[in-house]
């Protein structure tokens, strides 16, 4: 009798431990279920916004790219919209013509280029300096650096002027021809700036290498200093080798930013030949006067072949150098 008892209290508790485990594994489906849902929801949303920012930077691109390939009927065609029904090359040649593009696209790459090594060399010694040496008043003109970084440099552009308009070292200049000289329509201004850590953007470019060379242990250069290098030879066969990530990434900032600069080149008056930037604002009015066209609507369309034939170098090198470029960014001064 005591047997028959125990045997379905036995049953029972093991249906209910069953029951148990039935209940959990239907809560842990659930939550899983609830977490796949959330997990998804949070990627839709990520790409929706990712899709919108991509949308807003690369649309007005797109439109420019596509509007270079169309056609007079194209043009006046309320149909056609991105895809062109009849495309033509023909506001490619005589953009290209009127830009004289590859004599003024090489001059430009030449003067972006020069600068971009300049800019370089001097700015990671200075970055290097400020992250290895202590010197009277190392705050106060790190400090200066970071307000080079602050201010636009619309609020300097008298001071630059005046100052390059009459060029002049200590009066040395004054004293042995007789008066100043003035360096505007050249681009000599560009390179003295650039040679004393003033020129374009170079108070990030500092910055980023102050940050990277910070982080870079001190015992590389002990250990150069023990085998008996300089100071000199440590900096450029060790400590400049070691920071190629920050070179990479200031690299490609400085060219693309002295490629596409117009403040600067209309402030010191540099010629178009120099500067295919300043040169693509004159097409339409070159088009309009030698072509004698005159519709605005198909003016622009040469513009827009014109821009686009202005970005392609810069393309081909972000293409060329992004694996470098992205490394650079995250192990640079301008994250973290």
Same mark, same amino acid.
């Not at 490609?252 to 540099?270: E, G, K, P, R």
């Not at 198909?298 to 992004?322: H, K, T």
């Given at each position: 009798?005591?047997?028959?008892?125990?045997?379905?209290?036995?049953?029972?508790?093991?249906?209910?431990?069953?029951?148990?485990?039935? $209940?959990?594994?239907?809560?842990?489906?659930?939550?899983?279920?609830?977490?796949?849902?959330?997990?998804?929801?949070?990627?839709?949303?990520?790409?929706?916004?990712?899709?919108?920012?991509?949308?807003?930077?690369?649309?007005?691109?797109?439109?420019?790219?596509?509007?270079?390939?169309?056609?007079?009927?194209?043009?006046?065609?309320?149909?056609?919209?991105?895809?062109?029904?009849?495309?033509?090359?023909?506001?490619?040649?005589?953009?290209?013509?009127?830009?004289?593009?590859?004599?003024?696209?090489?001059?430009?790459?030449?003067?972006?280029?020069?600068?971009? /090594?300049?800019?370089?060399?001097?700015?990671?010694?200075?970055?290097?300096?400020?992250?290895?040496?202590?010197?009277?008043?190392?705050?106060?003109?790190?400090?200066?650096?970071?307000?080079?970084?602050?201010?636009?440099?619309?609020?300097?552009?008298?001071?630059?002027? #005046?100052?390059?308009?009459?060029?002049?070292?200590?009066?040395?200049?004054?004293?042995? #021809?007789?008066?100043?000289?003035?360096?505007?329509?050249?681009?000599?201004?560009?390179?003295?700036?650039?040679?004393?850590?003033?020129?374009?953007?170079?108070?990030?470019?500092?910055? /980023?290498?102050?940050?990277?060379?910070?982080?870079?242990?001190?015992?590389?250069?002990?250990?150069?200093?023990? $085998?008996?290098?300089? #100071?000199?030879?440590?900096?450029?066969?060790?400590?400049?080798?070691?920071?190629?990530?920050?070179?990479?990434?200031?690299?490609?900032?400085?060219?693309?930013?002295?490629?596409?600069?117009?403040?600067?080149?209309?402030?010191?008056? /540099?010629?178009?030949?120099?500067?295919?930037?300043?040169?693509?604002?004159?097409?339409?009015?070159?088009?309009?006067?030698?072509?004698?066209?005159?519709?605005?609507?198909?003016?622009?369309?040469?513009?827009?072949?014109?821009?686009?034939?202005?970005?392609?170098?810069?393309?081909?090198?972000?293409?060329?150098?992004?694996?470098?470029?992205?490394?650079?960014?995250?192990?640079?001064?301008?994250?973290?």
């Amino acid at each position: 009798m005591n047997k028959q008892k125990i045997i379905p209290s036995v049953n029972s508790i093991r249906a209910g431990i069953q029951a148990m485990k039935d $209940d959990t594994q239907f809560t842990n489906d659930r939550l899983r279920w609830i977490s796949n849902a959330k997990g998804f929801v949070i990627t839709m949303f990520r790409l929706a916004i990712i899709l919108g920012i991509c949308y807003v930077i690369l649309g007005p691109v797109i439109g420019i790219i596509s509007s270079s390939f169309f056609s007079d009927a194209d043009s006046y065609n309320p149909m056609v919209y991105l895809i062109p029904q009849e495309p033509t090359l023909h506001r490619y040649k005589l953009a290209a013509q009127y830009l004289w593009y590859w004599k003024t696209m090489g001059s430009s790459l030449l003067y972006s280029a020069t600068l971009m /090594i300049l800019q370089v060399v001097m700015c990671s010694m200075v970055g290097y300096g400020f992250a290895r040496f202590n010197f009277p008043f190392k705050k106060v003109l790190f400090a200066c650096v970071v307000v080079m970084i602050v201010i636009p440099t619309n609020t300097i552009m008298l001071p630059l002027y #005046t100052t390059f308009t009459r060029f002049d070292v200590f009066g040395i200049i004054q004293a042995a #021809t007789g008066s100043p000289v003035n360096l505007m329509s050249t681009p000599v201004p560009m390179y003295i700036l650039t040679a004393f850590c003033c020129g374009l953007r170079s108070g990030l470019y500092i910055y /980023i290498f102050n940050q990277f060379f910070r982080g870079l242990p001190k015992e590389i250069e002990e250990a150069a200093f023990v $085998d008996g290098a300089g #100071t000199l030879y440590t900096y450029f066969r060790i400590m400049l080798v070691n920071a190629l990530p920050s070179v990479i990434t200031v690299a490609i900032f400085s060219m693309v930013w002295q490629y596409n600069d117009t403040f600067y080149a209309n402030l010191f008056l /540099i010629k178009e030949e120099i500067i295919i930037s300043k040169r693509i604002s004159s097409i339409t009015g070159s088009i309009s006067n030698i072509e004698k066209i005159l519709d605005p609507n198909i003016l622009e369309l040469y513009l827009d072949a014109g821009i686009v034939l202005v970005m392609l170098p810069i393309i081909i090198i972000y293409v060329a150098l992004q694996k470098q470029f992205i490394e650079g960014v995250e192990r640079s001064g301008i994250v973290g």
